[in-house]
């Protein structure tokens, strides 16, 4: 289980403060696929970036797959990401000098696997999100679908609990989009992996199990059937926290 509780955000930039999420209450399941959606501003960058521990929450409770991960030293928090997040960005991040197998592979340095488990377990990835015929090929000679495919091969290799996908589509056509958010979907039901995607586009966002709604900092849930809105409370959350 992976949850939030009352958690904020304030920046301090100059003599302002910023409030990027007020009191956001949120638990995601196992294997659940959530979409968040919400006008540019609004702090779904900062939300997904509080979940990657790539960024700490002012105030307020994060457990990530079981860990409070509020509670681990910063010089730590780099193996929470490498093994429990997979992370996958609106523009790939892909090393242009490393063929699809080698930006696969890249996360696992350091794992402890050796080259040969490395290599197994980038094809056995590439092959997953459907580009076994491209391991070779740099990211120039991939179209920007085949890039988003081997970015989510990477996100998989060290087996995260949650892949944490920032407006994945955002540099896809709609059709190709669409491809990219179905393999994601394809994920979470086949291989039991937690996705928390956020999107701008309706119809991409109810591909997903949950829809939520940021606004200025505050999360909404809709109900996939039917339009009513509601505030995010969770007693039996409460009740975990004490
Ligand atoms: N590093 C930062 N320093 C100061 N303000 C920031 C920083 N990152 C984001 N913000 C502000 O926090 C708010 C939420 O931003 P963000 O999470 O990026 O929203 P979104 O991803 O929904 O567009 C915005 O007002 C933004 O300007
Ligand atoms: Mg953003």
Redesign the pocket.
């Known amino acids: 289980m992976t949850w939030f509780w009352k958690l904020t955000k304030v ?1 301090k ?1 100059g003599g302002r403060q ?1 409030q ?1 999420l007020s009191d956001v209450n949120l638990k995601v399941k196992k294997g659940e696929f959530v979409s968040i959606m ?10 997904l970036n509080i979940l990657g521990c790539l960024d700490r929450p002012t105030s307020g409770k994060v457990v990530l797959d079981g860990v409070d991960v509020t509670k681990v030293p910063e010089g730590e928090l780099y193996k929470i990401r490498r093994h429990k997040v997979g992370f996958v960005f609106q523009n790939f991040n892909l090393l242009p000098y490393l063929s699809a197998i080698e930006n696969v592979e890249l996360p696992m340095e350091g794992t402890g696997k050796s080259k040969e488990e490395k290599r197994r377990k980038a094809r056995e990835l590439l092959k997953l999100v459907g580009l076994s015929e491209r391991e070779k090929h740099r990211p120039i000679r991939l179209s920007s679908g085949e890039q988003q495919r081997v970015s989510i091969a990477r996100a998989l290799a060290n087996n995260p609990a949650i892949i944490l996908a920032d407006e994945p589509t955002g540099n896809l056509d709609s059709k190709t989009g669409y491809e990219i958010v179905k393999l994601l979907s394809k994920l979470s039901i086949e291989q039991g992996t937690t996705i928390v995607m ?1 999107t701008h586009d309706t119809s991409k966002a109810s591909l997903a199990g949950r829809i939520l709604f ?1 606004s200025d ?1 505050k999360l909404l849930e809709k109900e996939k059937q039917g339009t009513h809105q509601k505030a995010l409370t969770y007693p039996s959350c409460s009740r975990e926290v004490q």
């Open positions: 920046y930039l910023i990027a919400g006008p540019s501003g609004s702090g779904k960058t900062t939300l956020v940021l900092g």
